[in-house]
């Protein structure tokens, strides 16, 4: 059975989700710029974003 998710109505949770994702990116940027390594859990595997090809984002400078 499905449970249907819960929303909220507090502006500073519904503007959460955009928040991470700008600090993830920035985190990708300061990463690539200082040669440290930005590890995230993808498909259940730990990877180091910077090892991998620039996204097409990145390569623009944006």
Same mark, same amino acid.
């Given at each position: 059975m499905k449970t249907k998710p819960r929303?909220? $109505? +507090?502006? +500073? @949770?519904?503007?959460?989700?955009e928040a991470l994702r700008r600090a993830a990116?920035?985190?990708?940027? @300061?990463?690539?710029q200082?040669?440290?390594s930005v590890?995230?859990?993808r498909d259940g595997k730990i990877? +180091?974003?910077? $090892?991998q090809k620039p996204?097409?984002?990145m390569e623009k400078g944006r």
């Open positions: 929303g909220s $109505k +507090d502006p +500073d @949770i519904l503007s959460s989700g990116r920035r985190a990708l940027e @300061i990463g690539l200082t040669g440290t590890f995230v859990l990877v +180091d974003l910077t $090892k996204a097409r984002s």
